[in-house]
């Protein structure tokens, strides 16, 4: 399931669920990204272009299919504007086996933070600016081509 939405997502729910729509998985990976408070961050916005934003994704999630032996996956994101300590994005995935479940949720974070396409804009000292993926993020995307 891939859901962009534009109201507060509830992880623990949304984990529960996934895991009780797929008894048979032997293992169950999920990341949680939250707007971190680095002292200076007021709040983060995210937007996207609705339906071409989830069809991106999709094309991410039928790699994750094509590369491992999952039995599910689970991604919602939140556009609009987030509060320090909302959260961002969830990300699971369930496989028989636990290396599979892991690999594949990285895989999936990390095309997400480098390769979806939502414009992000936080707010610092009350002005706000764009900003990008950094350095690190694509250096960790590109080990899954190796």
């Given at each position: 399931?891939?859901?962009?939405?534009?109201?507060?997502?509830?992880?623990?729910?949304?984990?529960?669920?996934?895991?009780a729509?797929?008894?048979?998985?032997?293992?169950?990976?999920?990341?949680?990204?939250?707007?971190?408070?680095?002292?200076?961050?007021?709040?983060?916005?995210?937007?996207?272009?609705?339906?071409?934003?989830?069809?991106?994704?999709?094309?991410?999630?039928e790699?994750?299919?094509?590369?491992?032996?999952?039995?599910?996956?689970?991604?919602?994101?939140?556009?609009?504007?987030?509060?320090?300590?909302?959260?961002?994005?969830?990300?699971?995935?369930?496989?028989?086996?636990?290396?599979?479940?892991?690999?594949?949720?990285?895989?999936?974070?990390?095309?997400?933070?480098?390769?979806?396409?939502?414009?992000?804009?936080?707010?610092?000292?009350?002005?706000?600016?764009?900003?990008?993926?950094?350095?690190?993020?694509?250096?960790?995307?590109?080990?899954?081509?190796?």
């Amino acid at each position: 399931m891939i859901r962009v939405c534009d109201s507060p997502i509830a992880p623990e729910a949304e984990l529960a669920a996934f895991r009780a729509a797929l008894p048979n998985a032997g293992a169950i990976a999920s990341f949680i990204g939250c707007v971190r408070d680095d002292g200076q961050t007021q709040a983060l916005t995210l937007s996207h272009y609705p339906g071409f934003t989830e069809t991106v994704i999709a094309g991410f999630v039928e790699q994750v299919s094509e590369r491992w032996n999952l039995l599910g996956t689970l991604i919602l994101h939140r556009v609009g504007k987030m509060s320090l300590g909302e959260p961002i994005v969830l990300v699971a995935t369930a496989s028989a086996h636990r290396r599979e479940a892991f690999e594949a949720c990285d895989y999936l974070m990390d095309r997400l933070k480098c390769d979806a396409p939502f414009w992000k804009q936080e707010t610092v000292a009350g002005e706000t600016r764009w900003i990008e993926p950094h350095p690190q993020d694509h250096s960790d995307l590109n080990r899954w081509s190796s």
